[in-house]
């Protein structure tokens, strides 16, 4: 069954780590202390901290926020209200593959929530849901700040997908299944059209096109 990552945040919930997992190794604890180096208080390296916990455990339920506030030096609460801040932040586990796809307005103009739903129905799963294989969790985001290169979608806070279309969708899924990030694409910003360079979409001749119309038109 799909598990929906997009439930209220429990401030409380059962530990999922165990205190035997709960340690930093020897070149972690360097590292927390390097990022403390970095800064003239210790709270400026909080979201380097968390990255790193992040990056070794998958998410950051609130023993491993305390880990790091305690390797750090810094109050838990500190730590907690930037772990909770920024989505970035994972405060529950997802797939191995975070789809982010942008459905704010430029995105949402090119089709987003075409792309959206029909990632959805593809892999069985609604928007904050994870896959029962545990690979892909779908999210919907806001401005991923590539407007000129809309729709498109962020895979775990990492590499981003241009110009998204069904079946560029269905190239990445594949990929992703066999374990192949797709190649980065560089997001131009020319001058003239000639210059593009098939950095755009042209399938797309009017918003006829769409299925699911941007959400502005549906007002009236
Ligand atoms: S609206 Fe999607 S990247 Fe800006």
Redesign the pocket.
């Known amino acids: 069954m799909a598990t929906n990552n997009g439930a209220q945040f429990n401030r409380h919930p059962e530990p999922t780590f165990s205190s035997d997992q709960l340690v930093f190794t020897s070149d972690e604890k360097s590292a927390m202390q390097g990022y403390l180096e970095m800064y003239p208080e210790p709270e400026g390296a909080i979201m380097r901290g968390l990255w790193l916990a992040q990056e070794k455990f998958g998410f950051l339920p609130p023993e491993v926020i305390r880990l790091v506030a305690d390797e750090l030096g810094i109050p838990y609460a500190r730590a907690y209200g930037v772990a909770t801040f920024y989505t970035q932040y994972f405060k529950q586990k997802k797939g191995t593959y975070v789809l982010d796809v942008?459905t704010?307005?430029?995105?949402?103009v090119c089709g987003?929530y075409d792309i959206l739903h029909y990632l959805e129905d593809k892999l069985g799963i609604k928007a904050g849901e994870t896959s029962e294989d545990g690979l892909f969790t779908i999210q919907e985001a806001e401005?991923?700040?590539?407007?000129g290169s809309?729709?498109?979608l962020q895979i775990t806070n990492g590499r981003y997908v241009h110009n998204l279309t069904e079946s560029k969708v269905d190239s990445l899924v594949s990929d992703l299944k066999d374990g192949k990030m797709p190649a980065f694409e560089s997001v131009t910003l020319p001058q003239d059209e000639t210059e593009m360079g098939g950095n755009r979409r042209d399938d797309v001749e009017s918003l006829e096109y769409y299925k699911t119309p941007p959400v502005a038109e549906t007002f009236e």
Do not use: R
Not at 104 to 108: G, I, K, L, P
Not at 143 to 147: E, F, I, Q, V, Y
């Open positions: 942008c704010c307005f430029s995105c949402q987003g401005c991923l700040g590539a407007c809309a729709p498109m």
